[in-house]
């Protein structure tokens, strides 16, 4: 399974982004997709996560300003960033845990946000 993922950029305090990951392959299905974000110098976070039943978690910074999506015919997912603010500036991973003759996982490549103040 490859994946790779869009978005990201620079954006001013208040603005909104949108992030997309698209995972491709062959004989392969998704049990969860997820996003996480990581600062230079501190671990990888979680931001959100959908499962192939729909089911979403979000941590605590995230609720009622980001949303996660998905395309399941495509297997893509969005994370829709609103009202984005300078202590969201990271890179940001997307995450595919699937089944491919046994369980895997996969990450994007990661895309920088830098939110100015």
């Known amino acids: 399974v490859h994946v790779v993922e869009s978005g990201g950029g620079l954006v001013q305090a208040g603005d909104s982004l949108i992030l997309s990951c698209t995972a491709s392959?062959?004989?392969?299905?998704?049990?969860?997709m997820g996003w996480y974000r990581q600062d230079p110098g501190k671990q990888r976070e979680l931001v959100a996560e959908?499962?192939?039943?729909?089911?979403?978690n979000y941590v605590d910074f995230a609720k009622g300003r980001f949303t996660i999506s998905r395309d399941g015919a495509k297997y893509t997912w969005y994370l829709q960033m609103n009202d984005l603010k300078p202590e969201d500036k990271a890179d940001y991973y997307c995450?595919?845990?699937?089944?491919?003759?046994?369980?895997?996982?996969?990450w994007g490549q990661g895309n920088r946000v830098t939110v100015s103040s």
């Open positions: 995450d595919v845990e699937f089944w491919h003759e046994g369980p895997g996982e996969d």
């Open positions: 392959g062959s004989d392969f299905s998704i049990n969860s």
């Open positions: 959908i499962t192939d039943t729909g089911k979403i």
